[in-house]
C-alpha cells in the first residue's frame, strides 16, 4: 500500500512538472480574419498556403507550437507572406490564402513531433480549401500552390481531391517539398508536370548548390521535379538574372544551381549552405507567374474546345 502510494506521489509529480502547452482553438473560417483575399474578378483563382514563419513561443505562460491565428503578432510573418506571394504569383488572378495552425519550425527538429503535430495543420488546411470552395470560388477553375510546410499541406490536400475537383484545377505548384513515387503510384490526381503547358498538373522542385547540401526532411525521395525556367524534365541547363545556371539532376531530382556567392541566406540548423530553400520563390517568381498565366490559358482553350 504504501509503495503504491509512494508511485502515485511520484506521478502526480511528474505530471505537474510537464510544461504547460496551449494548442490554439481551430480557425472559423467563416470569419473573414481567417483569410488574406485579393478578389480581381477573374475567371480563375489562386489558392496558396504559406510556408512556416512561427517559432515556438509562450502565452499566458504556456508553450505554443503552433501558429495563433486571431494572435496578431504570431501570425505577422505569415501575413507578411501571403502579401509578397499575392504580388509575386497571382498576376489577373483572385487570391485566397488562409491562416492555419502551422507547425513551428523547432518542431520540424523532431520527426516524431512532426508527425503528432501535423495532423492538426492538415485538418486546417483542408477545412481552408473546403470552405473556400464552397463558399467562396463559384465553380471557378483554381491554380494551388504551397511553399515549405505550404507544400507539405498541399500534397495531403491533392491526395484527398475528388475527380470532380481534380477537373477544375489547373495545376498545383509544390514548391520546397518532396512527392515519392509511392504518392504519385498512389494518388491519381497527382500528375507530374513534363512541360511548360500541361494541365491538371503537379510542379515540384527543390534548389541546391550540389546534391549532398539537399536537407533530406524537404527533398530526399522526391521523384517529381521539373526545371522552373527552361519548364524541362531532362538536363537542359538554363540561365536565371545572367548569373546563375539551373540544371535538373536527374539523379537526386534536385536543381542544381550554379554561380550563387551569397551568405547568409541559410536557417541553421535547419538549412545548411548550399541548400537555397529559401529562395524557391524569390528567385522563380518571374517564371512561375508567367507560367501560371499560360496554364491558365491553355485550360480555358481547352475547356472551351
Known amino acids: 500500500m504504501k509503495r503504491l502510494l509512494i508511485l502515485a506521489v511520484l506521478l502526480a509529480l511528474a505530471v505537474s512538472c510537464r510544461p504547460k502547452e496551449i494548442i490554439p482553438d481551430a480557425p472559423d473560417y467563416a470569419k473573414s480574419a481567417e483569410w488574406y483575399i485579393t478578389d480581381r474578378g477573374s475567371d480563375i483563382d489562386l489558392f496558396y498556403i504559406a510556408s512556416t514563419s512561427t517559432f515556438d513561443y509562450e502565452k499566458d505562460g504556456a508553450a505554443v507550437h503552433f501558429a495563433w491565428a486571431s494572435d496578431s503578432a504570431a501570425c505577422h510573418s505569415m501575413r507578411e507572406e501571403m502579401e509578397g506571394v499575392d504580388a509575386i504569383l497571382s498576376g489577373d488572378l483572385n487570391y485566397y490564402s488562409p491562416y492555419y495552425r502551422q507547425i513551428s519550425m523547432e518542431t520540424y527538429l523532431d520527426p ?49 481531391m475528388p475527380e470532380s475537383l481534380h477537373e477544375r484545377m489547373v495545376a498545383a505548384y509544390v514548391l520546397g517539398w518532396k512527392i515519392t513515387q509511392d504518392e504519385v503510384e498512389k494518388y491519381g490526381s497527382i500528375i507530374p508536370a513534363t512541360g511548360p503547358d500541361d494541365t491538371g498538373v503537379t510542379i515540384c522542385y527543390n534548389s541546391v548548390e550540389d546534391p549532398e547540401d539537399a536537407t533530406p526532411l524537404v527533398s530526399e525521395g522526391n521523384a517529381v521535379a521539373i526545371n522552373p525556367v ?10 536565371l538574372f545572367d548569373t546563375l545556371t539551373v540544371t535538373l539532376d536527374q539523379e537526386s531530382k534536385l ?3 550554379d554561380g550563387f556567392e551569397g551568405t547568409g541566406y ?17 528567385w522563380y ?6 507560367n501560371i498565366k499560360n496554364r491558365c490559358q491553355n485550360y480555358l482553350t481547352t475547356v472551351s474546345e
Do not use: M
Open 112 to 160: 516524431a513531433l512532426i508527425e503528432s503535430r501535423f495532423a492538426l495543420t492538415k485538418g486546417d488546411v483542408s477545412a481552408a480549401f473546403k470552405y473556400y470552395i464552397e463558399n467562396y470560388n463559384e465553380g471557378r477553375p483554381f491554380v494551388l500552390a504551397g511553399f515549405s510546410q505550404g507544400g507539405q499541406a498541399l500534397v495531403e490536400l491533392l491526395k484527398e
Open 230 to 239: 527552361n519548364w524541362v524534365t531532362d538536363s537542359t541547363p538554363a540561365v
Open 255 to 257: 536543381l542544381l544551381v
Open 266 to 282: 541559410a536557417w541553421k540548423p535547419y538549412f545548411k549552405d548550399g541548400c537555397y530553400h529559401t529562395f524557391e520563390i524569390r
Open 285 to 290: 517568381g518571374d517564371s512561375l507567374r508567367e
